[in-house]
């Protein structure tokens, strides 16, 4: 989704050659029709400024209509508040423009491994799943997070990294390990983003009245 005609025709050649099949959509209302349209896209490139929407709210839109497709997001905004802005609307990773078309491909593959991943590897829809750390569960085919019987919502990227830790429990996790299983091997943003999650979670899924569950081991 896009609006500036010169990038989409440039992207979708590039990636047509990658072989993909390309659809453009030049504002997010057309987007967003196309995105609720079966069969469902295998990944989304959204550009940030739209003429009708934003991408941030294009992306909410889609993530509360139930839509998981994949979302690589292209912006120009690159300081810590708007990356964390787009992450938590639901966006998979982003882009700072300008961009070297090598690495959006390489972005666009490693998404595309991370969603066979999470559906179960083969393309085969992921068997349900209950994960639980003391008090702690999650249930990863219907999302839900609870802890001591609350119900606790988290968004995607919240999600993500929750998931990811609650599967590394008993380990000490590195940031590196914990960047590269979240964000993806060719995130190359500010690592500082991980501080700023984990204590969105903490925040979270932690009380006065609960032990903490989230422990940080310096110099790792």
Known sequence: MDDEARLTELLSMELEVEGYAVEVAADGASGLIRARTEPAPDLIVLDWNLPDFSGVDICQRMRSSGITTPILMLTGHDDVADRVTALDAGVDDYL?????????????????????????????????????????????????????????????????????????????????????????????????????????????????????????????
């Open 96 to 220: 700072i423009k300008p961009f070297s078309i090598e690495e959006l491909m390489a972005r666009l593959r490693a998404m595309q491994r991370r969603a066979i991943s999470f559906s179960g590897g083969d393309g085969e829809a992921a068997q349900p799943e209950t994960l639980q750390v003391g008090d702690l569960t999650m249930n990863t085919n219907t999302r839900d997070v609870c802890r001591s019987g609350r119900m606790i919502q988290l968004s995607v990227k919240e999600y993500e990294l929750l998931n990811f830790l609650m599967r590394g429990q008993g380990k000490v996790l590195e940031r590196a390990e914990i960047m590269r299983g979240v964000w993806g091997e060719n995130f190359y943003g500010d690592d500082n983003l991980l501080d700023v999650y984990i204590r969105y979670l903490r925040q979270k899924i932690e009380s006065k009245e609960l032990p903490p569950l989230i422990h940080t081991v310096r110099g790792v």
